[in-house]
């Protein structure tokens, strides 16, 4: 007796489908899986054995083979206990026909325990995706996985406690849609729960006007943005209040982020709707950085897709990873092989670094004088990779400040407001951008650039004059013409004006950035 | 010689003496010091100095005297061989006491050097000279007076010394070079060591543009004592010194004892009172060393040296001073911006960061910022440090 229905196996992000089949026949009673099986699937036999005795079917004493293809593909996790659970009742005939006339349509998913109980499993809202792809009329889950899945609109999800809900579902359709219109509900009261609270606000930076007018610019347009200062005078403090001006995730954002994030073990089972704000420790390794292992995880650039990656006191990286960041800034993607297999997980982040600007820290500051040699101040700054500067659009200062100059400094304002700004920005450049592949100023290419230099205005002149003093490269000047554009988008202006270049200047060409 | 190649031709240079005192020096192992004291016993007469000391009779009237300043000389032999060969590989020659190219100046000190060991070109058309001095670690103020300073010196003619150490002096150096003025650099360390390591740069330039002096043989490794004995050269060769920045205990104020021991000028520039490392100026301002202020402070003091030109001459310092306030007044620029005078007006001659120039001018930070990229690359303005801007 031959017996065929659908489930999904994970690469990377994405879900491929693969089809569970079962083949039941007389023989030496046995029980075997194959198709490139890893040893939570093997075992999932014993589990399924008992799980289908506890709920009250029997066990067919025949002859029992499992394929999961395609074959080439390794199999990992306990997630296809459901669908081979399924797949035997169903060709060892206790299930009614009209419920076999469904399953043959959908899809399963979910690990079981002995009892029968279903388990929630990883990686549900691509399988949704999948399922919806593939147009499978229902797909199965265990019920704690059904709110992520319900992220997906329009697929017909089904949540299960057991495996003998599992199989009433199936025969009575009802159940589905009334569970559906249950699910509607919850999402509405959750919705609520889930605003945007940060518990930060940027009215607790006072002083440093320049570092945060630097950070809403960077916000606006996406930029990378490099903070160098000695210690204590509010580069993480800055950084950490990034997020709370940048506007909400978009809902297809959103089910990109909490696909990537529902991947790791962290991960609440609510759909993100904050941008992720990643900070690692400089201690990371390389594959926690950039994602890897052995089935390969996302790493924190991907974690932090749509959102910032702050690496405080970059230069205690190693060099290495910093290097490995290389490709992911400009590809916005990393791509990690494996056994003739390519792992893409998405990495479109912002990147925002803190440092010192020496080893004693108080380089170039007023107060305190630094204690650093000349060599070891040069040779501090040559272990930061120059690529990787190169990448990194704004540069700024945030030098410490008189105790007097922070308590006189007027009330600043807050990150609603802020925000306000850089929604309207980044419209701008959503209708800007709705033809091209890029969506910000951060990613906009050459003949964008181009266009935006109008030789009327007087701004090539001034750009050749900035590039004569300063000795700006290629990719500086482009740099600069993007933070210019991104000034004039904050200000709603059609074109760029002299006096944006001239702001931009600052973002660009400071001591440090000379570096 | 055979090894010089392109900066003197042979009639310049004594090569047959030079070679005979290389030989008393290092191959008879006579100290220095006991050298010119013979030849200073003889009033200067090389010829009989040399007999004296290359007649074997004279073998046990060899002073060996350890407790003056030793060129490096060590127990173990010196090939001589092998110093012309670094001296030829390096384009160096050797300038000794009797030559004329040999500084007038430093003739008159008490222990000169009976050999120089010298690289580049300029050397003979130094008007005169003054030392800039400071110290390795020095702040963006003094890294900004040295340039200053060395800068007015050489438009006016004057070759800036220092000795070649980062901080103060490299500053010094390459502002002198920048102005073609030339520059002597005096090594505490043989002709072909190069020390610091990261002034490599400077070295190949002021070996275009000046030249570069020591008193130790090829080979001499930058040891600790030997800086002391070079200091007492930057002085000697000097018609003043001047010390820029230097904290309590600095090699820059040990050169201005050697000033006062040689009879030199002593200037100082002063700082801050809370800076550390302006305090060994200060002391030296209080014990009567020159308060520099402006060039001219130092130009009328050594006007006895030689002829100031282009310049006015001053009779006493309430001239000077007053000379000195009209030229930062009449500095003032006159914009048809109002805000951009307004930020003009605001940042002055000591550092000020975009934080207080915005709270002052209570213009947003946007327009400081505009105005003052505007200003930046006018040049009217310059960034000193991190985020800090002074008018240049």
Sequence with gaps: MFFKLSSFALIAVEAIEVSVEVHICSGLPSFTIVGLPDKAVNESRQRVRAAIKNSGFKFPVKKIIINLSPADIRKEGAIYDLPIAVAILAASQQIESKAIEVIKNCSFIGELSLDGQLRPVRGIISMAEEAMKTKKKYFFMPIENLKQAEMVKKTANAGAFNLNGVINMAANEKIICSQLHNIELLHKGEDKKNELDYCLDFSEVKGQLKAKRAVEIAAAGMHHIMMVGPPGTGKSMIAQRLITILPNLTTGESIEVTKIHCLTKEFDGLLIKKRPFRNPHHTISRASLTGGGISPKPGEISLAHRGVLFLDEFNQFPKKLIEDLRQPLENKNITISRNNLHYKFPCSFMLVIAANPCNCGYYGDKKRSCRCSAAEISRYWNSISGPIMDRIDIRIEVPSLDNKDIIASPESESSAKIRQRVINCHKIQAERYKNSYCKYNSEAGINYINSWISPETGIKKLLLKMIEKYNLSGRAVSGLVKITRTIADLENCRNIKTSHLLEALNYRTGQIALY | ?392
């Design chain 2, 1 to 392: 010689m055979h090894y010089i190649k392109n900066h003197y031709n042979n009639a310049d240079l004594n090569k047959d003496i030079s070679e005979l005192m290389l030989h008393i020096i290092y191959g008879l192992k006579v100290t220095p010091s006991a050298f010119i004291k013979e030849y200073k016993k003889r009033f200067s007469d090389i010829e009989s100095t040399i007999s004296f000391f290359t007649n074997g009779k004279n073998h046990a009237d060899r002073i060996f005297n350890s407790n003056n300043y030793q060129q490096g000389l060590s127990k173990k032999e010196i090939d001589i061989g092998k110093i012309r060969k670094i001296l030829f590989s390096e384009d160096a020659f050797i300038l000794n006491i009797s030559e004329k190219l040999y500084p007038e100046l430093l003739k008159q000190i008490y222990n000169p050097p009976p050999l120089l060991f010298c690289r580049g070109s300029k050397i003979k058309t130094f008007k005169g000279c003054i030392a800039i001095v400071g110290t390795r670690k020095n702040s963006a103020y003094g890294r900004d007076v040295a340039i200053y300073l060395s800068k007015e010196l050489s438009r006016e003619g004057i070759t800036v010394v220092s000795g070649m150490a980062s901080g103060i002096d490299y500053w010094a150096h390459k502002a002198a070079i920048a102005e073609k003025g030339g520059s002597i650099g005096v090594l505490g360390c043989g002709i072909n060591v190069i020390y610091p390591h990261e002034n490599k740069n400077l070295y190949s330039q002021i070996i275009e543009n000046g030249s570069i002096i020591t008193e130790f043989i090829p080979n001499t490794p930058p040891l600790k004592k030997n800086f002391p004995a070079r200091n007492r050269l930057i002085s000697g060769i000097s018609m003043g010194v001047v010390v820029v920045e230097a904290p309590e205990k600095s090699g820059a104020l040990i050169t201005a004892d050697f000033a006062l021991e040689q009879n030199r000028e002593v200037f100082g520039v002063p700082g801050s009172i809370f800076f550390a490392e302006s305090q060994g100026t200060h002391c030296l301002i209080k014990n009567g060393a020159k308060l520099v202020c402006c060039i001219d402070d130092i130009l009328n003091e050594i006007q006895q040296f030689f002829q100031v030109k282009n310049r006015d001459k001053y009779k006493d310092i309430k001239q000077v001073s007053t000379a000195c306030t009209n030229k930062r007044k009449n500095n003032n620029i006159v914009f048809n911006n109002p805000r951009t005078q307004i930020i003009y007006n605001i940042i002055g001659y000591m550092p000020k960061t975009v934080e207080e120039i915005s709270m002052l001018s209570e213009l947003n930070i946007q327009e400081v910022l505009q105005i003052i990229a505007e200003l930046q690359l006018e040049n009217i303005i310059q960034e000193k440090s991190l985020n800090q801007f002074v008018r240049i």
